[in-house]
C-alpha cells in the first residue's frame, strides 16, 4: 500500500457516475487506498488457480464471487507467490 485509506471523492460528486447520495463528508461510505507496483508477473488465470489442490477453497474460485471483492487469505497467497516465481 501507498497511502493509508482515505474517502473516495468521487461520492460527493452529483456529476460524477461514482455518487453515493447516502455518503456524508462526515461519514463517508467509499475509502480509497493508493497502490505502488513493486514486480510484475505473469498473469495466473482462473483456470490454473482451479487445477492446484491448495488453493480449492480460496474463496474468488468458489462460485458466485466477484473477482475484484475477495479476500484472499495468506496460506492461498504464500502458494501464488510460490506459483509466480
Known amino acids: 500500500m501507498a497511502s493509508t485509506p482515505?474517502?473516495?471523492p468521487t461520492q460527493f460528486d452529483k456529476k460524477?457516475?461514482?455518487y453515493d447520495a447516502a455518503s456524508k463528508q462526515e461519514e463517508p461510505?467509499?475509502?480509497l487506498v493508493d497502490v505502488q507496483l513493486l514486480k510484475?508477473?505473469?498473469?495466473?488465470g482462473l483456470p490454473e488457480l482451479r487445477s492446484t489442490p491448495?488453493?480449492?477453497d480460496m474463496v474468488v474460485l468458489r462460485k458466485?464471487?466477484?473477482?475484484?471483492?475477495?479476500?484472499?487469505?495468506a496460506k492461498h497467497w504464500k502458494k501464488i507467490?510460490?506459483?509466480l516465481g
Open 6 to 8: 482515505y474517502p473516495d
Open 40 to 44: 510484475k508477473t505473469r498473469t495466473l
Open 16 to 18: 460524477s457516475k461514482y
Open 54 to 56: 491448495e488453493l480449492e
Open 29 to 31: 461510505r467509499w475509502q
Open 81 to 83: 507467490l510460490k506459483m
Open 64 to 73: 458466485g464471487n466477484r473477482l475484484s471483492i475477495t479476500p484472499v487469505e
